[in-house]
């Protein structure tokens, strides 16, 4: 039999993508890992979200080096290849300030709706990144409604007014964005109902029920996208988890399953919801839903953010939450703010990391820790691969995968702070790593 071909790549805080052979094949001593031929659910993708402040902090950089970052990020044969990605429908917390797209009270008809301030810093960011992969797929979340539609009256904090004209108005508002987008030539492929379904934030928020989401979704968005056309699909999401966040983590998993049983369970707003958008404390949430509701598609929409200073430490966690998402059943998994400032902060005050780094005065960019954790999935696990059963004592540390080319990749992290030898068997044959300290690790075997 022809010996599989393996190329095996390593990240360690002082080298970030380094170039590895296997100690021997055929390992000599017991297997730890052995990838299945379990064949589980596919991957639709990797990728980030468009935002304000990332395209002011792009736009520090020359003209090659944006060029040379966008196509890192988003062409097929960059390094991340990234495949879907978010936007704001309206002002994110990364927005340079709060706005929404129509702001003239009363107005139910939507008659003063516009993107132009879009046109302005979004929408040149997304059609860059299109530009590289035409592909590229999109999801968008509002995180306030306008604020004449809350109550109270403002951008943060609140809820929606629970009113027939109000709730009619703000399904054609959406309704309005994805037309709006699609006349700009950019389609909207998933619209996801709110951003952190409980958050009551200082930035731009809303809160909702489960009961909410299942009344608009069944009685106002799915028959405003029907009536008006539109084949964008509409997700549960983003679900997250209330505060104080001590408490929420002393609760079961049901509890945090519960937003989307409320949903699922109703006929009527089934029928509309395509899939399920998970984030931050839904990790806790993912593995009841997905069992519940098996044919539907997952995706982890918002990675975990850190403090702005970018540190090897939290990359090791991140690593945790891919390996956790995907092996509890997500189809996608998408990252915050792709490139920032140094310290990454917030329009409201606070500072998160991101993958890149812009330095405004010297004119340079950094590729962080999460940089590399993202690229050990998403540059080899392409849109169309498969998730493979894995077994053995790494199995809480790694996650397998098929791509279409038929190549099986497995993406392993070492905790420890010593190098440990892992054999990892793929069928046919085995073949022993060893694995840096607290590295992050890739290994692709594929038959010549």
Same mark, same amino acid.
Not at 114 to 125: A, F, G, V
Not at 193 to 203: G, I, W
Not at 251 to 269: E, G, I, R
């Given at each position: 039999?022809?010996?599989?071909?393996?190329?095996?790549?390593?990240?360690?805080?002082?080298?970030?993508?380094?170039?590895?052979?296997?100690?021997?094949?055929?390992?000599?001593?017991?297997?730890?890992?052995?990838?299945?031929?379990?064949?589980?659910?596919?991957?639709?993708?990797?990728?980030?979200?468009?935002?304000?402040?990332?395209?002011?902090?792009?736009?520090?950089?020359?003209?090659?080096?944006?060029?040379?970052?966008?196509? $890192?990020?988003?062409?097929?044969?960059?390094?991340?290849?990234?495949?879907?990605?978010?936007?704001?429908?309206?002002?994110?917390?990364?927005?340079?300030?709060?706005?929404?797209?129509?702001?003239?009270?009363?107005?139910?008809?939507?008659?003063?709706?516009?993107?132009?301030?879009?046109?302005?810093?979004?929408?040149?960011?997304?059609?860059?990144?299109?530009?590289?992969?035409?592909?590229?797929?999109?999801? $968008?979340?509002?995180?306030?409604?306008?604020?004449?539609?809350?109550?109270?009256?403002?951008?943060?904090?609140?809820?929606?007014?629970?009113?027939?004209?109000?709730?009619?108005?703000?399904?054609?508002?959406?309704?309005?964005?994805?037309?709006?987008?699609?006349?700009?030539?950019?389609?909207?492929?998933?619209?996801?109902?709110?951003?952190?379904?409980?958050?009551?934030?200082?930035?731009?928020?809303?809160?909702?029920?489960?009961?909410?989401?299942?009344?608009?979704?069944?009685?106002?968005?799915?028959?405003?996208?029907?009536?008006?056309?539109?084949?964008?699909?509409?997700?549960?999401?983003?679900?997250?988890?209330?505060?104080?966040?001590?408490?929420?983590?002393?609760?079961?998993?049901?509890?945090?399953?519960?937003?989307?049983?409320?949903?699922?369970?109703?006929?009527?707003?089934?029928?509309?919801?395509?899939?399920?958008?998970? %984030?931050?404390?839904?990790?806790?949430?993912? %593995?009841?839903?997905?069992?519940?509701?098996?044919?539907?598609?997952?995706?982890?929409?918002?990675?975990?953010?850190?403090?702005?200073?970018?540190?090897?430490?939290?990359?090791?966690?991140?690593?945790?939450?891919?390996?956790?998402?995907?092996?509890?059943?997500?189809?996608?998994?998408?990252?915050?703010?792709?490139?920032?400032?140094?310290?990454?902060?917030?329009?409201?005050?606070?500072?998160?990391?991101?993958?890149?780094?812009?330095?405004?005065?010297?004119?340079?960019?950094?590729?962080?820790?999460?940089?590399?954790?993202?690229?050990?999935?998403?540059?080899?696990?392409?849109?169309?691969?498969?998730?493979?059963?894995?077994?053995?004592?790494?199995?809480?540390?790694?996650?397998?995968?098929?791509?279409?080319?038929?190549?099986?990749?497995?993406?392993?992290?070492?905790?420890?702070?010593?190098?440990?030898?892992?054999?990892?068997?793929?069928?046919?044959?085995?073949?022993?790593?060893?694995?840096?300290?607290?590295?992050?690790?890739?290994?692709?075997?594929?038959?010549?």
């Amino acid at each position: 039999m022809t010996k599989a071909l393996f190329r095996w790549i390593s990240s360690t805080e002082e080298k970030g993508w380094i170039e590895r052979q296997p100690q021997h094949r055929e390992g000599d001593g017991p297997v730890e890992l052995t990838v299945t031929g379990e064949l589980l659910q596919n991957v639709e993708g990797f990728g980030g979200c468009f935002n304000e402040l990332g395209w002011e902090a792009l736009r520090h950089l020359s003209r090659e080096d944006r060029a040379s970052l966008l196509h $890192a990020l988003f062409h097929p044969e960059g390094e991340l290849k990234f495949s879907i990605c978010r936007l704001p429908i309206g002002a994110s917390d990364y927005a340079s300030d709060w706005y929404s797209l129509n702001e003239t009270d009363g107005d139910l008809a939507m008659e003063h709706f516009s993107i132009e301030r879009d046109k302005k810093q979004l929408i040149p960011y997304i059609k860059e990144a299109l530009a590289l992969n035409p592909s590229l797929k999109l999801f $968008a979340s509002p995180w306030s409604p306008p604020t004449w539609m809350k109550y109270p009256k403002a951008y943060n904090y609140g809820t929606l007014r629970w009113e027939k004209d109000i709730l009619e108005a703000y399904a054609l508002y959406l309704v309005k964005f994805v037309l709006a987008y699609r006349n700009e030539g950019i389609a909207i492929h998933q619209l996801h109902v709110q951003n952190e379904v409980v958050a009551d934030q200082k930035f731009p928020s809303c809160r909702w029920t489960g009961h909410q989401l299942r009344e608009f979704i069944a009685d106002y968005l799915g028959p405003a996208f029907e009536k008006h056309g539109i084949t964008a699909e509409i997700w549960l999401g983003t679900l997250n988890a209330p505060e104080p966040w001590d408490e929420w983590m002393k609760k079961t998993a049901q509890d945090h399953d519960a937003y989307a049983h409320t949903v699922l369970s109703d006929p009527k707003a089934y029928r509309y919801v395509k899939g399920v958008g998970y %984030q931050w404390a839904g990790k806790y949430g993912i %593995q009841r839903t997905v069992m519940s509701y098996p044919e539907l598609r997952y995706m982890q929409t918002e990675n975990e953010c850190g403090d702005g200073e970018n540190t090897w430490f939290y990359a090791k966690y991140v690593f945790n939450l891919f390996q956790h998402y995907f092996t509890n059943g997500v189809n996608a998994y998408i990252y915050w703010n792709m490139a920032l400032e140094p310290k990454g902060r917030s329009t409201w005050g606070w500072e998160q990391n991101a993958m890149v780094t812009v330095h405004p005065e010297a004119r340079t960019m950094v590729f962080n820790p999460e940089f590399f954790v993202m690229k050990h999935f998403s540059h080899f696990v392409v849109p169309g691969s498969r998730r493979l059963g894995v077994r053995g004592h790494w199995t809480g540390n790694s996650a397998a995968f098929l791509t279409p080319f038929g190549d099986r990749v497995v993406v392993i992290a070492n905790p420890f702070a010593e190098a440990r030898t892992v054999t990892i068997s793929f069928g046919e044959e085995a073949a022993a790593f060893e694995l840096a300290p607290e590295s992050f690790n890739t290994i692709v075997c594929s038959r010549p």
